[in-house]
């Protein structure tokens, strides 16, 4: 890369999905007059709306408008190179790509996201996609989520389970229990089947106030809470999920179950080139300060999306309120000015309770409940309006403004009285 460092500032991007392309959109659209030299890094054809996978599975969605080219998506004036990050060298400004060839920079944006350990599960590698074991977490499942879903029957048993934390959207897993659930119910046939929510966590969700409304959606349908249950190995020609209790009175014990049909949530890492390298902490996330998205260590160096080390909720939605620190921030060092921590940990999650009814969950740092439209969708209320914001708002918003540079839309209300102490 050619630059001249006085007047042009080199920006380089890992990873070109909601993270990579909304900050170079965003910077792009903000530059104030700065010549920005804007490299995106990404092997990836095709960029996924990824939210959506959960209406595919429940057959609300159509799987062809879930992704664009990569190509169609890179901002006027930025460069995409199709390779993958394979090193970053933060002492001397330079990343090594897949095929040997190392970039200079003068700002780095590390956003590569999570990936899939589809090793993490014993047996999951063999069987997904077939034998009634399905995920909405990988585009190759998401529409075979749906046919698995289908194909249930009168006294069928289903299992939905979650992985250990981190992963991505923190409600997907139960999502999907409740529209299959819902599904079930349309046809009759809920209460003659056995559903299952098995999560190793302690309760259905990590911030309180939605976990309390959550428990009753659940109850409802008749879906088992099993708290505590994580997924140890799956044998899917047998038909056969073992689940380790991992905490409580029944801790240490091992259960092998039945199923018809399993949704699973794979367990999740950052890609392998983050692991060891001295951007990222011992289990190989990106260490930044989690309000001013500016590594702690490397100046120069941001993150933000999945990759992070930072506490918020991993979703497209945080995303959408660390890019404007992200771009104010590489702004703002560019002019000498001190760096500004205005990311409060902003995450959302909308909750599909039923086809046609969503819980809209948002919050920040430390699970204070924050609404963006509290009197039209009500945090606490199974809302349609929430539904349709869900099916066509946020896709609309997703592509047509968060992914061109106009992040900022919407504020969440920070001063919501959700009536708790
Ligand atoms: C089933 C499901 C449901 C979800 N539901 C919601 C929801 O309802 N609401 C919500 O807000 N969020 C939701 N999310 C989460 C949301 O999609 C992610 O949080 C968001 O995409 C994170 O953005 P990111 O840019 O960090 O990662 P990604 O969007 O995953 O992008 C990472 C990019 O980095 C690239 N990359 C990987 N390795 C390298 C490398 N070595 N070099 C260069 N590039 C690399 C990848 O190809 C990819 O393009 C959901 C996700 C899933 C899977």
């Given at each position: 890369m050619v630059a001249n460092k006085q007047d042009s500032h080199r920006i380089l991007i890992i990873g070109g999905g909601s993270a990579g392309i909304t900050v170079a959109a965003s910077l792009r659209r903000h530059s104030d007059g700065k010549k920005l030299d804007i490299?995106?890094?990404?092997?990836?054809?095709?960029?996924?709306?990824?939210?959506?996978?959960?209406?595919?599975?429940?057959?609300?969605?159509?799987?062809?408008?879930?992704?664009?080219?990569?190509?169609?998506?890179?901002p006027k004036g930025a460069k995409l190179i199709s390779e993958g990050a394979s090193a970053i060298d933060p002492e001397n400004n330079q990343v090594t790509l897949s095929n040997g060839d190392k970039l200079d920079y003068d700002y780095l944006v590390v956003c590569p996201g999570l990936i899939l350990d589809w090793d993490g599960i014993p047996g999951l590698k063999e069987t997904i996609g077939k034998n009634g074991v399905c995920t909405n977490y990988s585009p190759d499942?998401?529409?075979?989520?749906?046919?698995?879903?289908?194909?249930?029957?009168?006294?069928?048993?289903?299992?939905?389970?979650?992985?250990?934390?981190?992963?991505k959207c923190p409600g997907a897993p139960q999502k999907i229990a409740y529209l299959a659930a819902d599904h079930l119910k349309s046809k009759g046939i809920l209460e003659s089947c056995e559903l299952h929510f098995a999560t190793p966590g302690p309760g259905m969700f990590g911030v309180p106030y939605f976990a309390k409304l959550l428990g009753p959606v659940a109850d409802k349908y008749g879906i088992q809470k099993d708290f505590h249950h994580k997924l140890i190995k799956i044998d899917?020609?047998?038909?056969?999920?073992?689940?380790?209790?991992?905490?409580?009175?029944?801790?240490?014990?091992?259960?092998?179950?039945?199923?018809?049909?399993?949704?699973?949530?794979?367990?999740?890492?950052?890609?392998?080139?983050?692991?060891?390298?001295?951007?990222?902490?011992?289990?190989?996330?990106v260490e930044v300060h989690k309000n001013?998205?500016?590594?702690?260590?490397?100046?120069?160096?941001?993150?933000?999306?999945?990759?992070?080390?930072?506490?918020?909720?991993?979703?497209?939605?945080?995303?959408?309120?660390q890019s404007p620190t992200v771009v104010q921030n590489i702004k703002n060092l560019i002019d000498g000015k001190p760096i500004e921590e205005t990311y409060l940990g902003y995450g959302s999650c909308p909750l599909t309770t039923a086809k046609g009814k969503v819980i809209m969950a948002e919050f920040i740092y430390g699970g204070k409940v924050t609404p963006t439209l509290p009197f039209l969708v009500p945090p606490n209320k199974q809302s349609w309006?929430?539904?349709?914001?869900?099916?066509?708002?946020?896709?609309?918003?997703?592509?047509?403004?968060?992914?061109?540079?106009?992040?900022?839309?919407?504020?969440?209300?920070?001063?919501?009285?959700?009536g708790e102490e």
């Open positions: 490299t995106i890094i990404d092997p990836a054809k095709r960029h996924y709306y990824q939210p959506a996978f959960t209406i595919v599975g429940g057959g609300c969605y159509k799987f062809d408008n879930t992704y664009r080219s990569m190509n169609s998506l890179i499942y998401t529409e075979y989520t749906w046919e698995c879903i289908q194909s249930l029957t009168s006294g069928s048993k289903a299992f939905f389970t979650q992985a250990p934390l981190p992963f899917g020609e047998a038909k056969k999920a073992t689940f380790e209790v991992i905490d409580g009175d029944a801790k240490g014990e091992v259960k092998e179950l039945d199923f018809d049909m399993i949704h699973v949530t794979p367990h999740q890492k950052t890609p392998d080139f983050l692991h060891g390298s001295p951007v990222c902490n011992d289990a190989g996330y001013s998205m500016q590594h702690v260590k490397y100046p120069n160096i941001f993150g933000l999306g999945d990759a992070c080390d930072t506490p918020n909720s991993k979703t497209a939605a945080a995303v959408r309120k309006i929430g539904w349709m914001t869900k099916i066509i708002g946020l896709p609309m918003l997703y592509w047509y403004f968060m992914l061109k540079g106009y992040e900022k839309f919407l504020e969440p209300d920070l001063d919501w009285d959700s």
